[in-house]
């Protein structure tokens, strides 16, 4: 079989097929994606080989999920001392140990790391080598092993599993005053004995405002900019609006709707400019966390040559296979979410599609994708939001139930949020529900299930709950839609046969 590169100037490139392999997939990347793919591919027999140029467990495990998991909890512990005075204890002022914080943030990462370890995956079944992977055409990969040389690998089938970076805004003079990035903060804020004094934070997304409470609540002086008019722009704006609020108790002076212009250095220290409403306004800080979004890794590994389109990410039809079929891609390089739990569930339809593709082919299935945004409160979503709803023009009807109804959160203290369904006009079909509260991240998981199984909130209201949990709220939500969809007929039928019976 012959291939010709796509948009190559070079007429007469092409590649031939090998009549054998040395591999049945070679996956490229050793985060979420790559590791679940070489997981199931080793589990299935196949001979697989998984790449990794950094540090296994990728982005997840060393720089993103974890590590800011492991600093929010000091934070909320941080914060729940200050609050002490309100469930009858001595008010504390927590001593921060910045320097232990981040100990325990790296002992953590330290903790986990076993588990997406070279000797786990090689006990696993899988070869694990270490070295930067390029595509030389569609079968065969070479291996970049620094010291050790190159290595080359023929294979029936490859997935990209290299992820995303931070992105850098065009913004003038940030490169010169020097920034932080999620890539970057672990490593230089461990070597630091205080959190940064004054600190900005650049984006009002999943990352800035978890970082921005964190930070807020170990003492740091923080500035959330946000060029749009409000946080966490997926969510409905009453969400942004509890989360701002949040913030704001915690200190943090959020500036939404704030363009930021240039910055520099001056006597005061650093600074940053930013425009609202046609004023600027100058503000000075220590550090700065650059957290506008995420650039899937497009480059330098081979994708240009073989003619790949890439917009944004990797472009893959329906079966996560790119436009060589047996290149398949997963993950955040692929989206168009940007999660760890999305990546390893992309992972499972790449590798199948990847191994047995050519006998049968599955379509990956987005329909119940839930995410969490771990601000206190947590925020967390399956489904449609409002604003999707509106904007696809699906009709929908809003079941809400506020947590200060529940009295678990009565008895916590904990009474911010809501549970909020989207249900099909008329049916107890759910199409999307949102959570703001307490372990909104876990509550969710029981719509998950509804929605992915077809089960409808009378099922939900049917199911027992622990009382009293925060988890009830889910099925309270479910008696409100409920009482909201009784017969009238009925009930007058009911009326009367009582009547009846009482003579
Ligand atoms: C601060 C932060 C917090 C986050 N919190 C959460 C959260 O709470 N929940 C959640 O679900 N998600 C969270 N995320 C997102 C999550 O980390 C990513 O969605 C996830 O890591 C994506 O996994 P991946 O396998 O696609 O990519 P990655 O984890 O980025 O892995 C890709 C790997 O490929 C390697 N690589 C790239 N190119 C090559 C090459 N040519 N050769 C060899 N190796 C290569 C890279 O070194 C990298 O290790 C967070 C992200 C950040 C930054
Ligand atoms: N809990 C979680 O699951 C979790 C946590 C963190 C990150 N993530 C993943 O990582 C992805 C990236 O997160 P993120 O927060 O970096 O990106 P994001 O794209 O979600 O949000 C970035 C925000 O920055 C703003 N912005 C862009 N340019 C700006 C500028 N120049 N000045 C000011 N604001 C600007 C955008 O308007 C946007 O609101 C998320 O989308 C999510 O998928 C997930």
New binding site residues.
């Given amino acids: 079989m012959h291939l010709r590169p796509r948009n190559s100037d070079d007429k007469a490139a092409h590649w031939t097929r090998p009549s054998k392999f040395d591999r049945n997939l070679i996956v490229?990347?050793?985060?979420?994606?790559?590791?679940?793919s070489s997981y199931i591919a080793a589990a299935t027999r196949a001979k697989v080989t998984l790449?990794?140029?950094?540090?296994?467990?990728?982005?997840?495990?060393?720089?993103?999920?974890?590590?800011?998991?492991a600093l929010i909890r000091s934070a909320k512990l941080a914060h729940q001392m200050r609050q002490a005075s309100s469930y009858g204890l001595a008010p504390t002022t927590p001593e921060i140990r910045f320097a232990d914080v981040m100990e325990r943030v790296h002992r953590i990462i330290e903790e986990i790391a076993p588990h997406d370890s070279i000797e786990r995956y090689t006990a696993l079944g899988v070869e694990v080598v270490r070295?930067?992977?390029?595509l030389v055409d569609p079968w065969t990969v070479e291996?970049d092993q620094g010291g050790d040389g190159i290595r080359r690998l023929t294979t029936r089938a490859v997935i990209?599993?290299?992820?995303?970076?931070?992105f850098i805004p065009p913004l003038p003079g940030l490169a010169d005053i020097g920034y932080l990035?999620?890539?970057t903060m672990w490593d230089v804020l461990r070597q630091r004995p205080a959190p940064p004094r004054r600190l900005v934070v650049l984006g009002g997304g999943?990352?800035g405002c978890?970082?921005a409470q964190s930070f807020a609540r170990l003492g740091s002086a923080v500035t959330q900019i946000e060029m749009a008019p409000r946080l966490l722009l997926r969510e409905d704006a009453e969400v942004s609006e509890i989360v701002r609020s949040a913030l704001a108790r915690d200190g943090i002076d959020v500036l939404t709707g704030h363009r930021a212009l240039v910055c520099g250095t001056g006597t005061d220290g650093k600074w940053i400019e930013t425009e609202h409403a046609g004023e600027r306004r100058r503000l000075a800080f220590d550090d700065l966390i650059v957290?506008v979004g995420?650039s899937a890794?497009l480059t330098?590994?081979?994708l240009e040559d073989l003619g790949i389109p890439v917009d944004r990410v990797v472009e893959t039809n329906a079966y996560l296979q790119t436009r060589h079929p047996n290149i398949l891609a997963?993950?955040?390089?692929?989206g168009p979410?940007?999660?760890?739990?999305?990546?390893?569930h992309?992972?499972w339809f790449a590798t199948v599609n990847g191994l047995f593709g050519d006998i049968k082919r599955f379509k990956v299935d987005y329909s119940a994708i839930p995410?969490?945004?771990?601000t206190d409160p947590e925020v967390a979503r399956v489904g449609l939001s409002e604003a999707e709803a509106r904007e696809k023009n699906i009709p929908y009807e809003v079941t809400r139930f506020d947590l200060n109804d529940l009295d678990r959160a009565i008895a916590d203290s904990a009474t911010h949020g809501f549970v909020k369904v989207l249900t099909v006009p008329g049916k107890d079909r759910i199409l999307g529900a949102t959570i703001v509260g307490v372990h909104a991240?876990d509550l969710v998981a029981e719509f998950v299930l509804a929605m992915k199984h077809g089960l409808g909130l009378n099922k939900i209201l049917g199911t027992i709950h622990i009382y009293p949990t925060f988890v009830e709220a889910n099925r309270q939500a479910a008696g409100i839609w409920r009482r909201a969809h009784v017969n009238p007929r009925l009930l007058a039928m009911l009326e009367w046969f009582h009547r009846w019976r009482r003579g």
């Fill in positions: 490229i990347g050793a985060g979420a994606a790559g590791l679940v790449v990794e140029a950094n540090r296994m467990g990728g982005d997840c495990l060393n720089f993103g999920c974890v590590p800011s998991k070295g930067f992977a390029k291996i990209i599993a290299t992820g995303a970076e931070p990035t999620s890539d999943p990352i978890e970082l957290a995420r890794r330098g590994f081979g997963a993950g955040d390089v692929a979410y940007q999660f760890t739990h999305t990546a390893g992309q992972a995410w969490a945004t771990f991240g």
